[in-house]
């Protein structure tokens, strides 16, 4: 994902580089889920992670938007 925060030759930088600490919590979460051997979630281990996912979106979005808005999304 570090390339997304790193503007190329033909684009602007995709995502900030607070999106993408936002969304490495998450990338995190799906990496130790996907390897556990356990089935039972700890509440205080992913509350944060869940009770900010709507923020996270929101802010990503809105970072999608103005990438795109500013055409510079590579297919335009």
């Known amino acids: ?27 995190e979460f799906r990496h130790f889920f996907r390897h ?7 509440w205080d281990r992913v509350k944060s992670l869940v009770l900010g996912c709507h923020e996270t979106l929101k802010l990503v979005e809105a970072e999608l938007d103005r990438f795109f808005e500013a055409g510079t999304g590579g297919g335009q």
């Open 1 to 27: 994902m570090d390339s997304m925060t790193t503007p190329g030759r033909e684009r602007s930088a995709v995502l900030s580089e607070q999106s993408i600490e936002h969304l490495d919590d998450y990338l």
């Open 36 to 42: 556990a051997y356990i089935f039972t979630l700890n």
